[in-house]
């Protein structure tokens, strides 16, 4: 397997993406280094029958191993424990962006692993993990409808810093976490002072820019690669007409049960009409009842949505 990269100055710092060198067996794997912060990261998928509730199978794993930073567990626990909420955390940042962004219907498993080889202390790995996991689904025959890539804004004097260090953080009135494609922003953490709204709608425009620019740099890598994807699955015949017949008949239903105040009194009624509309779609016992209620399933997400 060739190795392919790419590299590009991003806020002062050198961020280079490499794919074809490591995890040759994966379907798809990329290195990412941004200062001294190189993270790994490999996707795989396999053939898998969808369950009842069309919930589409992707896992993302994240690992800071103390290694990354020189260091080695001692004392009482000498070896890698549970993930730490700072590894959950950055899981969850990975998968929000990507998760919208594989086609309806595709029901493979996939599974995603980012491992931090290197931390710099400065750097944060978890934008790092993002922009590795995007590129290795990417390069590989999986039909992720990416990129997508992550930056962090902070502002200090009044200005806008892009992928601020840890150092800076400090010191920072913001700290906003953006992730998206070439179009638009899917994901938004923020944390700061109160500030004014046109200034927070100021640093996620300034944000989407640099991502335009990451997400340039995984096309041009993939271009390299040139994987071939597998196909995307076509649509149940029935979602479609479940999906008319639902907006047509049930949508006062749903809306007024969205209306309810209480959260678990709202929950309750939205079940209660989700249920009413799979009873008669999708009826216990019905000829291909599995396969009617996947199709339910996709239909009411987009419905209720």
Do not use: W
């Given at each position: 397997?060739?190795?392919?990269?790419?590299?590009?100055?991003?806020?002062?710092r050198?961020?280079?993406?490499?794919?074809?060198?490591y995890?040759?067996?994966?379907?798809?794997?990329?290195?990412?280094?941004?200062?001294?912060?190189?993270?790994?990261?490999?996707a795989?998928?396999?053939?898998?029958?969808?369950?009842?509730?069309?919930?589409?199978?992707?896992?993302?794993?994240?690992?800071?191993?103390?290694?990354?930073?020189?260091?080695?567990?001692?004392?009482?626990?000498?070896?890698?424990?549970?993930?730490?909420?700072?590894?959950?955390?950055?899981?969850?940042m990975?998968?929000?962006?990507?998760?919208?962004?594989?086609?309806?219907?595709?029901?493979?498993?996939?599974?995603?692993?980012?491992?931090?080889?290197?931390?710099?202390?400065?750097n944060?790995?978890?934008?790092?993990?993002?922009i590795?996991?995007?590129?290795?689904?990417?390069?590989?025959?999986?039909?992720?409808?990416?990129?997508?890539?992550?930056?962090?804004?902070?502002?200090?004097?009044?200005?806008?810093?892009?992928?601020?260090?840890?150092?800076?953080?400090?010191?920072?009135?913001?700290?906003?976490?953006?992730?998206?494609?070439?179009?638009?922003?899917?994901?938004?953490?923020?944390?700061?002072?109160?500030?004014?709204?046109?200034?927070?709608?100021?640093?996620?425009?300034?944000?989407?820019?640099?991502?335009?620019?990451?997400?340039?740099?995984?096309?041009?890598?993939?271009?390299?690669?040139?994987?071939?994807?597998?196909?995307?699955?076509?649509?149940?015949?029935?979602?479609?007409?479940?999906?008319?017949?639902?907006?047509?008949?049930?949508?006062?239903?749903?809306?007024?049960?969205?209306?309810?105040?209480?959260?678990?009194?709202?929950?309750?009624?939205?079940?209660?009409?989700?249920?009413?509309?799979?009873?008669?779609?999708?009826?216990?016992?019905?000829?291909?009842?599995?396969?009617?209620?996947?199709?339910?399933?996709?239909?009411?997400?987009?419905?209720?949505?």
């Open positions: 397997m060739a190795v392919y990269k790419v590299e590009k100055e991003i806020a002062g050198m961020l280079s993406i490499e794919t074809g060198k995890a040759k067996q994966a379907h798809g794997s990329a290195v990412v280094r941004y200062g001294d912060t190189m993270v790994i990261s490999t795989c998928s396999a053939p898998s029958e969808p369950e009842e509730d069309a919930f589409f199978p992707l896992m993302v794993d994240y690992r800071e191993r103390t290694s990354a930073a020189g260091k080695f567990p001692g004392g009482f626990i000498k070896r890698e424990g549970r993930p730490t909420n700072k590894e959950i955390l950055t899981m969850r990975i998968d929000r962006p990507i998760r919208p962004l594989f086609p309806k219907g595709y029901f493979d498993e996939v599974q995603v692993q980012a491992i931090v080889l290197s931390a710099d202390q400065q944060d790995p978890d934008l790092v993990g993002v590795a996991s995007s590129a290795a689904l990417s390069v590989s025959p999986i039909p992720f409808q990416g990129p997508i890539a992550a930056v962090r804004v902070g502002r200090l004097d009044g200005e806008y810093i892009l992928n601020p260090t840890n150092a800076q953080l400090e010191f920072s009135e913001m700290d906003l976490v953006l992730a998206g494609h070439k179009d638009a922003v899917n994901m938004i953490e923020f944390g700061g002072q109160e500030l004014p709204e046109e200034v927070v709608h100021g640093a996620i425009a300034f944000g989407h820019e640099a991502i335009k620019t990451i997400c340039q740099m995984i096309e041009d890598l993939a271009a390299q690669v040139n994987p071939t994807k597998q196909p995307i699955p076509e649509l149940p015949a029935e979602y479609h007409q479940f999906l008319k017949e639902l907006t047509s008949d049930f949508r006062d239903q749903l809306r007024t049960a969205k209306q309810t105040p209480m959260k678990q009194d709202r929950a309750a009624a939205v079940a209660q009409v989700k249920q009413a509309a799979l009873e008669r779609f999708a009826p216990a016992g019905s000829e291909n009842e599995k396969a009617l209620r996947i199709a339910f399933m996709m239909a009411f997400e987009d419905f209720e949505e």
